[in-house]
């Protein structure tokens, strides 16, 4: 059973910088997605940034949505079994709830772009981190 846990939410004015932390417990996959999902009041769970990690290769690939590029960053400390989410400048329309997620992959190669815009892909959720920014 995957247990994911998110923490590191909080209330930062514009331009602010805040760090979300998954831990994934028996996460014993050999290829594996993860991935950061946001969902403000109203609107769809959208996917913010994904990794692909397999244990064989040191090549994680990563993909991001055009409205974080160049201001988000995800990674993996895969030795302590934690995805990470470093937001930088930070704007209100960043402002919703932050979820983790994984699931299995049989291969690499997916189009990472596809499985992060499928929330409904992904069978493991965490319990959600609150992130608000001030104008």
């Known amino acids: 059973q995957v247990v994911l846990v998110e923490s590191g939410g909080g209330s930062v004015q514009a331009g602010g910088s805040l760090r979300l932390s998954c831990a994934a417990s028996?996460?014993?996959?050999?290829?594996?997605?993860m991935g950061w999902f946001r969902q403000a009041p109203g609107k769809e769970r959208e996917g913010v940034a994904v990794l692909e990690h397999d244990v064989y290769e040191n090549d994680d690939r990563t993909n991001y949505a055009d409205p974080v590029k160049g201001r988000f960053t995800i990674s993996r400390d895969n030795e302590n079994g934690i995805l990470y989410l470093q937001m930088d400048s930070l704007k209100p329309e960043d402002t919703a709830i932050y979820y983790c997620?994984?699931?299995?992959?049989?291969?690499?190669?997916?189009?990472?772009?596809?499985?992060?815009?499928?929330?409904?892909?992904?069978?493991?959720w965490g319990q959600g981190t609150q992130v608000t920014v001030s104008s």
């Open positions: 028996s996460l014993t996959w050999d290829t594996y997605i």
């Open positions: 997620a994984a699931e299995s992959l049989w291969v690499r190669g997916y189009d990472l772009s596809v499985l992060r815009g499928r929330p409904a892909f992904f069978g493991h």
